[in-house]
T-cell receptor, first 113, second 113 residues
Framework: KAGVTQTPRYLIKTRGQQVTLSCSPI?????VSWYQQTPGQGLQFLFE???????NKGNFPGRFSGRQFSNSRSEMNVSTLELGDSALYLC????????????FGPGTRLLVL | EDKVVQSPLSLVVHEGDTVTLNCSYE??????LLWYKQEKKAPTFLFML????IEKKSGRLSSILDKKELFSILNITATQTGDSAIYLC?????????????FGTGTQLKVEL
């Protein structure tokens, strides 16, 4: 079974731009969660999608948004990028929610200049 | 606000040593606590703990949860260089719309020869 895939793996953007990251969950998994990881803050929860609906949301500004498609693939978008958005963005999938074992993708490393 | 504190933040040991990693938490509507190992990119699942006092074991790793005192420990015996990683704990809470994980900042373990 293929694992969670994320694209792109690396990205460099400048302040003010916007970015879209993609996550394809393990086949059959319907829950996708997104996390931001920085050295200072650790892994922080962004949001979770299940069956195309956002079920949970972390404490991030509205510049961070996401969506999920009918095939469970998910995208997250960050608008008006700031330097502090530089981080590793991880997505994780599970069958029905984080209460089950989540499988993480390799992440997208975003650098904002 | 939910809080997760892991200690120590980092430690360096020699192969063969035994280490104990700590995780204390304050989370409303607690459901379970998960441990992950993160080497280069994607965290990989180690344990899910739901009941107090029941030790879970996997090879040289073991973990236990104390729901009364709100902490968990992860033990690694006979450490090897391959155990070098960041170890993350994540209590899971029920939010009404699903479940959510809150990650600690992790313990960075380095095992030297």
């Amino acid at each position: 079974k293929a694992g969670v895939t994320q694209t792109p793996r690396y990205l460099i953007k400048t302040r003010g731009q916007q970015v879209t990251l993609s996550c394809s969950p393990i086949s059959g998994h319907r829950s996708v969660s997104w996390y931001q990881q920085t050295p200072g803050q650790g892994l922080q929860f962004l949001f979770e999608y299940f069956s195309e609906t956002q079920r949970n949301k972390g404490n991030f500004p509205g510049r961070f948004s996401g969506r999920q498609f009918s095939n469970s693939r998910s995208e997250m978008n960050v608008s008006t990028l700031e330097l502090g958005d530089s981080a590793l963005y991880l997505c994780a999938s599970s069958f029905s929610g984080p209460q089950e074992t989540q499988y993480f993708g390799p992440g997208t490393r975003l650098l904002v200049l | 606000e939910d809080k997760v504190v892991q200690s120590p933040l980092s430690l360096v040991v020699h192969e063969g040593d035994t280490v104990t990693l700590n995780c204390s938490y304050e989370v409303t509507n607690f459901r379970s606590l998960l441990w992950y190992k993160q080497e280069k990119k994607a965290p990989t699942f180690l344990f899910m703990l739901t009941s107090s006092g029941i030790e879970k074991k996997s090879g040289r790793l073991s973990s236990i949860l104390d729901k009364k005192e709100l902490f968990s420990i992860l033990n690694i015996t006979a450490t090897q260089t391959g155990d070098s990683a960041i170890y993350l704990c994540a209590p899971e809470k029920y939010t009404g719309g699903g479940n959510k994980l809150t990650f600690g900042t992790g313990t960075q373990l380095k095992v030297e020869l």
